[in-house]
T-cell receptor, first 111, second 114 residues
């Protein structure tokens, strides 16, 4: 059974810092991995999608990497801003196209 | 293109009452998911449809939850009777289908059972 873990559960950093969020999964038989952002009381916004054959994806200040063999992904946020404060969720799509989520990392960027 | 639409946004009901949520996926998306997200946790998959067929409902509490996807487009999720522990955000998502595609989420329905 696929399990997804995210560390840390919460993170508080001063504005301008570069930071890394971690995601690990137990079964490497995945189609893709997605990183989402969730603001309080809102739905999920897709940030980056990495296919199983890819190593990384970039969008603006965000860079996500995938190491399928070790079951790990990282989300790197450069030059963090208070507007980046949110919960970040990673999800893997397993071999039956189920999207399985971690429990998220709550990020607070202090001005 | 229009996103995933869900209604209502908020619902408060008493325990033992029934409630229904509606989801309209992105046009052309074959796969539709319903998730339950309890405060402070990640979303938990309740049911997954491929067109109008159920792919996975292993975590759906079938004694009280039911879901259908009419004609492979819109979907409804029903709870009857509701329990206090059903208080959560119910999220609907859709994707084109297959392993290479991105999932898009609606704004969710926040259910409070009192």
């Amino acid at each position: 059974k696929q399990e997804v873990t995210q560390i840390p559960a919460a993170l508080s950093v001063p504005e301008g810092e570069n930071l890394v969020l971690n995601c690990s999964f137990t079964d490497s038989a995945i189609y893709n991995l997605q990183w989402f952002r969730q603001d309080p009381g809102k739905g999920l916004t897709s940030l980056l999608l990495i296919q199983s054959s890819q190593r990384e994806q970039t969008s603006g200040r965000l860079n996500a990497s995938l190491d399928k063999s070790s079951g790990r992904s990282t989300l790197y946020i450069a030059a963090s801003q208070p507007g980046d404060s949110a919960t970040y969720l990673c999800a893997v799509m397993d071999s039956s196209y189920k999207l399985i989520f971690g429990s998220g990392t709550r990020l607070l960027v202090r001005p | 293109e229009a996103g995933v639409a869900q209604s209502p946004r908020y619902k408060i009901i008493e325990k033992r009452q029934s409630v229904a949520f509606w989801c309209n996926p992105i046009s052309g998306h074959a796969t539709l998911y319903w998730y339950q997200q309890i405060l402070g946790q990640g979303p938990k998959l309740l049911i997954q449809f491929q067109n109008n067929g159920v792919v996975d409902d292993s975590q759906l509490p079938k004694d009280r939850f039911s879901a259908e996807r009419l004609k492979g487009v819109d979907s409804t999720l029903k709870i009857q009777p509701a329990k206090l522990e059903d208080s959560a955000v119910y999220l609907c998502a859709s994707s084109l289908g297959g392993g290479a595609t991105e999932a898009f989420f609606g704004q969710g329905t926040r259910l409070t059972v009192v």
